[in-house]
């Protein structure tokens, strides 16, 4: 069974980084599609980041690039996103998501089948 548990969120002032981690587990951890979302109150659900974790390969949201960064550790089955510089507009439940490899893990491109119940990130100006 597919678990995936976020944890790391917080209440930083702008500025300043958060460390999200997303403990995964009941799955082949080094050869899938994870990534991270958010949701705003009275927002759509959007895209951060993600990344197949076979090769490494991440995608970035274009609000976050340069600011964010995913890093994996396979013997802990844990994805990490880094926020660094972050803004107000950051506010968000922040939620790892997993799915089996295909073509793609760009998140705008497929549909992510496992869902963590989310981290909250609050950003103060």
């Known amino acids: 069974q597919v678990q995936l548990v976020e944890s790391g969120g917080g209440s930083v002032q702008a500025g300043g980084s958060l460390r999200l981690s997303c403990a995964a587990s009941?799955?082949?951890?080094?050869?899938?599609?994870i990534g991270w979302f958010r949701q705003a109150p009275g927002k759509e659900r959007e895209g951060v980041a993600s990344?197949?974790?076979?090769?490494?390969?991440?995608y970035y949201a274009d609000s976050v690039k340069g600011r964010f960064a995913l890093s994996q550790d396979n013997a802990k089955t844990t994805l990490y996103l880094q926020m660094n510089s972050l803004k107000p507009e950051d506010t968000a439940m922040y939620y790892c998501?997993?799915?089996?490899?295909?073509?793609?893990?760009?998140?705008?491109?497929?549909?992510?089948?496992?869902w963590g119940r989310g981290t909250q990130v609050a950003v103060s100006s």
């Open positions: 998501a997993a799915a089996t490899p295909s073509a793609t893990c760009y998140f705008g491109r497929r549909e992510f089948d496992h």
């Open positions: 009941g799955f082949m951890f080094d050869r899938w599609c």
């Open positions: 990344i197949y974790t076979g090769t490494e390969t991440t």
